[in-house]
């Protein structure tokens, strides 16, 4: 008799812990998501070209329209801000200044870069050392961040973004390795208006949201 209730009691010490385990799953897994859905990523995208048909600009606008449900891709233009020249770092100019709080306000960058004899842009990269400045207050710091970029070469910005890349070392950025998105021979992806067409490179670009967000959301809030 004892023994039986020694058994019995035992199995019902296992089923209570295999409940309580299963609600605990089911709890973290709640919990988990309502902190997603508490936290809305913002992800702002910089292109590195001022021109008026660029189609950087074209692909930064079409991620605008493709960012993941719990986040938003805002954007900054480049245009009017000045050479960087050290003597200016400690009074910058107020561009500058709205420069670094739109990236201190995001939780991850997305850069969006053209390739210029094998390199980013001088227009990103004069806006990265800006940024940068003065020594220890920089804006970058720890920020994630994603590379995309278009060229009308056969490669969309590989070796462009690839030095990019060792950039965000030194800024002690955490950028996202994959997807890819090269775009390549831009001009048959995107249509007159500016439009991109190209399912398979909007695709790319959804896929690159989502990662950024995730990662994001891993490393935490910055
Ligand atoms: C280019 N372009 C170019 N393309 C490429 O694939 N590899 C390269 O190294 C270069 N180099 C380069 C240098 C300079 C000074 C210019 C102006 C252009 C072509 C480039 O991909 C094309 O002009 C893109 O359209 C530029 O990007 P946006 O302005 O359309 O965003």
């Known amino acids: 008799m004892a023994v039986t209730t020694f058994v019995s009691f035992v199995s019902f010490c296992k089923k209570f812990l295999r409940d309580s385990a299963g609600k605990l799953r089911k709890l973290r897994r709640f919990s988990s998501i309502a902190v997603q859905m508490e936290t809305p990523i913002r992800i702002l995208g910089i292109a590195g070209s001022l ?6 600009r074209a692909a930064l606008r079409a991620a605008t329209e493709l960012a993941p449900p719990g986040a938003t891709v805002e954007t900054f233009e480049l245009d009017g801000i000045p050479p960087f020249n050290q003597d200016e770092e400690q009074n910058p100019p107020a561009k500058v200044t709205e420069l670094k709080r739109r990236i201190r306000e995001a939780n991850a ?9 094998w390199s980013v842009s001088g227009v990103l990269k004069n806006a990265i050392d ?6 220890g207050d920089s804006a ?21 973004q690839n030095h990019l890349r060792q950039v965000l070392m030194y800024l002690n950025m955490f950028p996202i390795n994959q997807p890819e998105v090269l775009i390549s021979r831009a001009m048959d992806r995107f249509d007159q208006e500016g439009k991109l067409t ?7 670009i959804i896929r690159l949201l989502q990662n950024l967000v995730d990662w994001a959301r891993r490393i935490g809030p910055k």
């Open 140 to 160: 970058w710091n720890g920020k994630p961040a994603a590379i995309m970029g278009a060229s009308t070469g056969a490669i969309g910005t590989a070796r462009a």
């Open 109 to 117: 960058i997305l850069f969006v870069t053209p390739e210029y004899n």
């Open 51 to 56: 021109r008026r048909g660029s189609y950087n």
């Open 130 to 135: 800006w940024a940068s400045r003065p020594h």
């Open 198 to 204: 190209d399912a398979p490179t909007r695709e790319h």
